[in-house]
């Protein structure tokens, strides 16, 4: 066992202006950036698994009202709230759920997807009902439901329109983790609420293997932003298939796909990585994304653009 861990998160990318984001505002993003980060942290610190260390995250920013997933997710256009979330290791362990409407935690009943059944994804109603047979805490549609949140889907209507997070005023998103822990094992997690206004049953990038998340002996990847351009160039595989086939480092191929083949594919946003040698990569294409990182022996770091 070595010294060496790593963890990553983000809370979404898009356009988050400067002007329109007060100290006040920060500071709240960085808190709780910072009680995502020290969640996972603590585990990984203490010699835990970077499974248990992404999920621990990705629960404390799904709890959060300031990001899309869980607790504060956004409304489809039918005025329902429809989740997603992916778990996945470096041993090709995995598990997903979509379109989930009760579950309090999504990142929780993806794990238990991957732990308790012999498949990878599970959708909708049958989704939530497995989850409370898993003994999963269920919420009743109010939980989910912010004040904010209904806005925004009312200003997306007059509009006629459907939008990232990150488009509209009060910029939140999507939610993710990555982590290397001191065994060398790696892991990614990703949830979401999706995009305000979108067509109910719309599936994006979050719960689908190889677009929004990924994780293999290589590296581990959660992504944000633009879903359907995340599943045209099945993004998240193709940082590890440009390490792996193309030997480039992680670095280079997640600049290329956050920065170029997304943008190709229609969509913007961007990324987190972390490889086997604990580095970690956090590019994006758009104004801001709400990101931490904390490797041993350093301390937890929490930023938003680009400086």
């Known amino acids: 066992m070595q010294d060496i861990w790593s963890l990553a998160i983000h809370g979404g990318a898009g356009t988050i202006r400067r002007d329109e984001l007060t100290p006040e505002k920060a500071a709240a993003y960085r808190i709780a950036l910072e009680a995502a980060l020290r969640a996972g942290g603590a585990i990984l610190a203490a010699g835990g698994s970077a499974e248990e260390a992404v999920v621990a995250a990705a629960i404390s920013l799904e709890d959060c009202p300031l990001f ?4 504060g997710s956004t409304f489809t256009a039918a005025g329902t709230i429809e989740m997603d979330a992916c778990l996945m290791t470096s041993t090709a362990e995995a598990g997903a759920v979509t379109g989930v409407t009760r579950i309090r935690n999504p990142i929780l009943a993806a794990r238990a997807v991957m732990r308790a059944t012999p498949h990878v994804l ?3 109603a049958a989704a939530d009902d497995f989850a409370a047979a898993q003994g999963l805490v269920l919420e009743a549609p109010a939980y989910f439901e912010t004040a904010h949140r209904r806005a925004q889907l009312l200003a997306a209507q007059a509009a006629q329109t459907v ?3 990150h488009d509209l005023p009060a910029k939140m998103g999507t ?3 990555v982590a290397r822990d001191r065994h060398g094992a790696l892991a990614a997690a990703t949830s979401t609420g999706g995009m305000t206004n979108k067509r109910a049953g719309r599936v994006g990038d979050t ?3 190889g677009a929004g998340t990924w994780a293999d002996a290589r590296v581990a990847i959660s992504c944000t932003g633009t879903g359907e351009a995340f599943l045209r160039c099945a993004a998240a595989h193709e ?3 440009l390490m792996r086939l193309a030997g480039k480092s992680l670095r280079e191929a997640t600049e290329e796909v956050a920065l170029l083949r997304v943008p190709e594919a ?3 946003g961007g990324l987190i990585a972390v490889d086997a040698a604990g580095e970690v990569a956090l590019p994006f294409g758009t104004e801001g994304m709400y990101r931490g990182w904390w490797r041993a022996g350093e301390a937890p770091r929490t930023a938003i653009h680009a400086d």
């Open 68 to 71: 899309n997933a869980g607790h």
């Open 122 to 124: 599970l959708a909708g």
């Open 163 to 165: 939008v990232l997070d």
């Open 175 to 177: 939610i993710g983790a």
């Open 207 to 209: 719960p689908i293997l």
């Open 239 to 241: 940082v590890a298939a």
């Open 266 to 268: 229609g969509g913007h």
